[in-house]
């Protein structure tokens, strides 16, 4: 339902040489650099699934976002959301979607909250019982009234994001793109957010897209993933299959006398070479192995076969170390250039 085909975008810099100079010839030589910022991204999201839209900063996300959105147009390859090529067809596109941009306001700046919602009701032509309801949710759960009638200029940022949030949910749209919507609330409203968003999910099997710094969000509202790196596609999947692609896992486990923990560990790590093993709360000793060499069955007939094990179990690897083991693993955060001059 939301298809992006060898999605392109290019961006061309000015560059500059040093001083005045350099700026007054870049107007006669036109020499630029051309950044790929999104470099034939291909993927499929599936109606009502609550993708988490993962890349490092810079790995064109936003970039992509604003493609689906219909506010940039892409360099080649093509996008479809619902049918629809955004870009070509903005209007009819804004219908069916929700957008937030935690970095640029999707409101009037001029206007108060309620004044803005009074004309988005307008624009979707929304019906009074799909806004009365959606107005009481967010009384309910963003305190939206407390925004009174200040203009949307003169909000906080953690006050405009709650407006943002709440005008992209307003006409019960299809889809919702966010784009790092929860920059400046507290932990209440993320949480609040959470629920806003799951609600839609659950009522009205809202199709949702997420980025976000906060990996909480992410655990909290998306079940798939899809990992950008440097204008790539790296990863698609369920959040479970991310978590299976990590390269060290984990064993925990109690054990009785004679040996203490400390000594555990050095056998351990004596027997069995780059696996890393620590003291652990209560007695328990932690086993980290990479997944490579070692299989999670020969680390446990390992453990079971020297030590007189009482308890044991594998914790879930953490989405922030896979994570950062997929960042790690690119040698460079900088997008493609794709030439000079
Ligand atoms: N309007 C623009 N003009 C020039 N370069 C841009 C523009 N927008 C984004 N970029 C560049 O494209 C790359 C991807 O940016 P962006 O899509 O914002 O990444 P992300 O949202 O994943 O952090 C970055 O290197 C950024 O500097
Ligand atoms: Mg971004």
């Not at 596109?93 to 206007?111: C, K, Y």
């Amino acid at each position: 339902m939301i298809v992006a085909h060898e999605l392109v975008k290019e961006f061309r810099i000015p560059e500059r040489g040093p001083g005045l100079a350099g700026s007054v010839s870049t107007l006669f030589t036109r020499r630029h650099r051309i950044v790929r910022a999104v470099d034939e991204v291909s993927f499929e999201i599936p109606a009502g699934s609550r993708t988490a839209y993962i890349g490092a900063n810079g790995a064109g996300k936003s970039t992509t976002i604003k493609m689906l959105t219909g506010i940039m147009t892409p360099t080649s390859g093509y996008c479809r959301v619902r049918g629809i090529e955004p870009y070509r067809d903005r209007q009819r596109n804004a219908r069916s979607i929700g957008v937030v941009f935690g970095q640029r306001s999707q409101l009037w700046w001029d206007l108060s909250v309620p004044d803005s919602f009074r004309i988005l009701r307008r624009i979707y032509d929304i019906p009074a019982p799909v806004y009365d309801r959606n107005l009481a949710l967010y009384r309910e759960l963003l305190d939206i009234d407390a925004l009174g009638t200040t203009p949307v200029r003169q909000l906080s940022l953690g006050q405009r994001m709650r407006a943002e949030i709440a005008a992209s949910l307003l006409h019960d749209p299809a889809v919702v793109f966010w784009d790092e919507p929860t920059i400046g609330l507290d932990m209440v409203l993320k949480e609040a957010v959470r629920e806003l968003v799951l609600r839609a999910h659950h009522d009205l099997g809202t199709t949702v897209v997420l980025t976000s710094h906060d990996i909480a969000d992410i655990a909290a509202i998306c079940d798939s993933a899809l990992v950008v790196d440097r204008g790539r596609v790296v990863h698609q999947g369920t959040i479970q299959d991310l978590l299976r692609t990590a390269d060290r896992r984990s064993v925990l486990f109690d054990h009785r006398e004679p040996l203490a923990a400390e000594a555990v560990c050095a056998l351990v790590e004596a027997q069995l070479p780059g696996v890393r093993a620590v003291p652990a709360d209560g007695g328990r000793v932690q086993v980290d192995y990479p997944a490579e060499e070692f299989t999670s069955r020969q680390v446990l007939a390992f453990l079971l076969d020297r030590f007189d094990l009482v308890d044991c179990y594998a914790p879930e690897p953490d989405l922030e170390d896979v994570l950062r083991q997929i960042y790690g693993r690119s040698t460079a955060t900088a997008p493609a250039e794709v030439s000079g001059a």
